[in-house]
């Protein structure tokens, strides 16, 4: 079946780097991505929806210069956590749509120190 | 008011119980809901996918749709220790470019 595929699982950074994390879709074209947050024992708060070859949609309060998001093909979309701070400490998940599913990768925790 | 509503538990039954979880919402303009199985510090995997208003069963699970009424359940038989996890329910107008709502998550 479809599957969404996340990299890295986890990381940790030091306070004002940014870090990258990818999110591939395996055997399916996606033009369309999603990008959720989920803090613990929460639900997953939508980021933004990530577009091939156009900008991504932010959701409100989500800052895009912070959050930058790049879907340069069909299979790749990545989010950019630029200089990152203990607050954004989080577990990021994508997501993906093939047909009438939506499938979600791993998710990769992000630990800011 | 959320758009979704989701009791969030936990939930705590024995083993070979038959478990009844649900969602109500309130946009009237949802047409595909789906429940999704969450372990803990991993990504969501899709259990349930339904169309519209029905049943739909797949081995020991069981969606329900009722969108008259706006609601929506997951019933999972002989529960096993395995079925331990977050479960969440989500729902869109339309796939493709729609955003998921999800609910906020039962913790069984």
């Known amino acids: 079946g479809a599957v969404v595929s996340q990299h890295p699982s986890w990381v940790i950074c030091k306070s004002g780097t940014s870090v990258k994390i990818e999110c591939r879709s395996l055997d399916f074209q996606a033009t369309t991505m999603f990008w959720y947050r989920q803090f613990p024992k929460q639900s997953l708060m939508l980021m933004a929806t990530s577009n091939e070859g156009s900008k991504a949609t932010y959701e409100q309060g989500v800052e895009k210069d912070k959050f930058l998001i790049n879907h340069a093909s069909l299979t790749l979309s990545t989010l950019t956590v630029t200089s990152a701070h203990p607050e954004d400490s989080s577990f990021y998940i994508c997501?993906?749509?093939?047909?009438?599913?939506?499938?979600f990768g791993e998710g990769s925790w992000l630990t800011v120190v | 008011q959320k758009e979704v509503e989701q009791d969030p538990g936990p939930l705590s039954v024995p083993e070979g119980a038959i478990v009844s979880l649900n969602c109500t919402y309130s946009?009237?303009?949802?047409?595909?809901f789906m429940w999704y199985r969450q372990y803990s510090r991993k990504g969501p995997e899709l259990l349930m996918y339904t169309y519209s208003s029905g049943n739909k069963e797949d081995g020991r699970f069981t969606a329900q749709v009722d969108k008259s009424s706006k609601y929506i359940s997951l019933f999972i038989r002989d529960s096993q220790p395995s079925d331990s996890a977050t479960y969440l329910c989500a729902m869109t107008p339309n796939f493709g470019n729609e955003k998921l709502t999800f609910g906020t998550g039962t913790r069984l």
């Open positions: 946009n009237s303009a949802f047409q595909y």
């Open positions: 997501s993906a749509s093939s047909g009438n599913t939506i499938y």
